[in-house]
């Protein structure tokens, strides 16, 4: 233990380290996926996790996750724009580029119809995968009987994950058992009822976000790659179009069906780029720590923060290894930029520089936060490796070891109330 705590020492004489700054460009026209933010597919090729300290065993971990992945959200999404273009069809009044993919996609929609918000057998898949990975790389946790308790939140996505992340452990592990449940009472800290405020929405952060949107986006431009006649074709805002199409490109990865190239090819990447940044910027706004804003949404996430802090010891003496919570990227947005995860928490001014610290990719479909605990026979600090969707993540504070592990005792100190 003494090499951890001269690495503690260490760490704690630099100082404040600078947010980390990364060029969000250059990584989306490197994975254009990435440009569908929210709707980017689980990542499946992670490093495995570095080890723990000599003589640490893990026992317990606390998870967040988001459901995994499905069809994009609107209400009426996708048979809004079947209804635009064909209406745009039968009164002549698009481009060859927007009949093109009217054929395309009149053709395509039944494999979509009504199927707003719905998980897909690829996001069932996702939490199997996740599971799996869990069982792999901490195999301590499942040695002898292992229990799990899990909530989630009442969407019937978010259950269904909850249930397939189990089934797999409990296909795997003969020992294991668990309780799984879901509802209001656990709706209130996973998905608290706070709808964006009058306050949050108003006012000099909400004309902050038209200027931008404005100065990124030419929508005219984009709605002529389309229609000879957009102002009578689109009514219901150019920007809510524009943006359902970039959901709808956004979501055919997601699929159980092939999509016709066609779709794919709505958007140029530099047009899906830009597109992304006024999203990225909005979620920013909303359920980050902007500065624009009263962040209403990330102070209610202190009850699932609390929940995660009471919990753990509490398990540890009732026989729980695993304690899991399913819910949204919403909860999870929020919940990592109240804890200042990967330096989520960071607040940035200038909207053309907040895409490069905070990013809407980092909480793709499947998305899950671990704190995975280890604890030595000869040593009586607990430590906690910190994952985000299975790769290493940071925490501000001063690490205990390599590979993001930190003190129980510091976590407690940093984030108790």
């Not at 709808?195 to 984009?222: M, Q, T």
């Not at 671990?370 to 299975?390: A, E, T, W, Y």
């Amino acid at each position: 233990m003494k090499k951890i705590a001269i690495f503690v020492f260490a760490l704690l004489a630099i100082g404040s380290a600078a947010y980390a700054q990364q060029d969000s460009r250059a990584q989306i026209m490197a994975d254009i996926a990435r440009a569908g933010g929210e709707y980017y597919v689980y990542p499946t090729s992670q490093p495995a996790p570095t080890a723990a300290p000599k003589g640490y065993e893990a026992f317990y971990i606390s998870h967040v996750g988001r459901h995994g992945s499905r069809h994009g959200l609107g209400g009426s999404l996708y048979e809004d724009i079947l209804s635009t273009f064909t209406q745009g069809h039968e009164k002549g009044w698009l481009t060859p580029e927007g009949e093109v993919f009217y054929q395309a996609y009149k053709d395509f929609y039944p494999a979509v119809a009504r199927r707003e918000g719905n998980l897909t057998i690829k996001g069932q898949n996702q939490h199997r995968f996740i599971a799996a990975q869990i069982y792999k790389n901490y195999p301590s946790i499942f040695k002898g009987a292992t229990h799990a308790e899990a909530v989630s939140t009442v969407s019937h996505r978010v259950i269904v994950s909850m249930f397939f992340f189990l089934s797999q452990l409990d296909n795997t592990d003969r020992d294991f058992t668990f309780a799984a449940d879901y509802g209001q009472p656990y709706q209130s800290y996973l998905l608290p009822d706070i709808i964006d405020s009058n306050a949050e929405r108003s006012g000099s952060a909400e004309e902050k976000f038209n200027a931008f949107r404005d100065e990124v986006l030419d929508l005219d431009a984009l709605l002529a790659k389309w229609f000879t006649r957009p102002d009578s074709l689109v009514t219901r805002g150019k920007y809510k179009f524009c943006y359902d199409m970039h959901t709808l490109v956004s979501t055919l990865d997601n699929l159980d069906v092939p999509a016709p190239q066609e779709l794919y090819e709505v958007y140029t990447p530099e047009e899906r780029y830009r597109l992304w940044r006024v999203k990225n910027y909005r979620d920013y706004q909303i359920v980050g720590p902007s500065p624009d804003t009263q962040n209403l949404r990330v102070q209610a996430m202190r009850p699932l923060l609390d929940d995660i802090l009471e919990k753990a010891e509490t398990d540890w003496q009732n026989g729980v290894q695993l304690r899991l919570r399913f819910a949204h990227d919403s909860t999870l947005m929020p919940l990592l930029s109240l804890m200042g995860v990967n330096d989520m928490g960071v607040r940035v001014e200038n909207p053309y520089e907040a895409e490069n610290y905070w990013r809407n990719f980092d909480i793709p479909m499947g998305c899950n936060f671990q704190l995975v605990f280890f604890k030595s026979k000869k040593n009586p600090d607990i430590l906690v490796q910190v994952l985000l969707n299975g790769f290493e993540a940071t925490l501000p504070l001063p690490m205990a070891a390599p590979g993001s592990f930190y003190r129980w005792q510091d976590i407690k100190k940093r984030y108790g109330n």
